[in-house]
């Protein structure tokens, strides 16, 4: 957690650590699912937050000190969802793939999610 805390406070971001892929193929088919499946695991995280303090009283006391910290640290939601929260990290990756030759072109952002997610 420390590491995360770092780079937070130097960046105002911490990192990615999933993303959900859909080929280009399926969407052109069915063009609502992305943005359904954005939806989806949004209103999963919201569930899992609001049972939090609910599963901490039934966990181990050091548990309550821990998410007292991520709290202040990253706020209420540590793993925020969507292009608008994750832009910044986003451009930051880029930016650093481009410089360490792990792609040759340096690509737009909003061309690598589907349309319908792009406000999200």
Not at 52 to 69: G, K, Q
């Amino acid at each position: 957690m420390a590491e995360s805390v770092r780079a937070f406070r130097a960046h105002g971001f911490s990192h990615i650590n999933h993303t959900v892929v859909v080929q280009n193929r399926v969407l052109e088919k069915h063009p609502w699912v992305a943005l359904n499946l954005y939806n989806a695991f949004s209103a999963a995280k919201q569930q899992c937050y609001g049972q939090i303090d609910y599963l901490l009283r039934s966990s181990l006391m050091p548990a309550f000190p821990v998410l007292e910290v991520q709290r202040r640290t990253f706020g209420d939601d540590p793993f925020p969802y969507g292009l608008a929260n994750n832009r910044q990290a986003l451009v930051t990756l880029v930016e650093y793939a481009h410089e360490q030759g792990l792609v040759t072109a340096r690509s737009r952002i909003d061309d690598l999610f589907a349309a319908a997610t792009r406000d999200t």
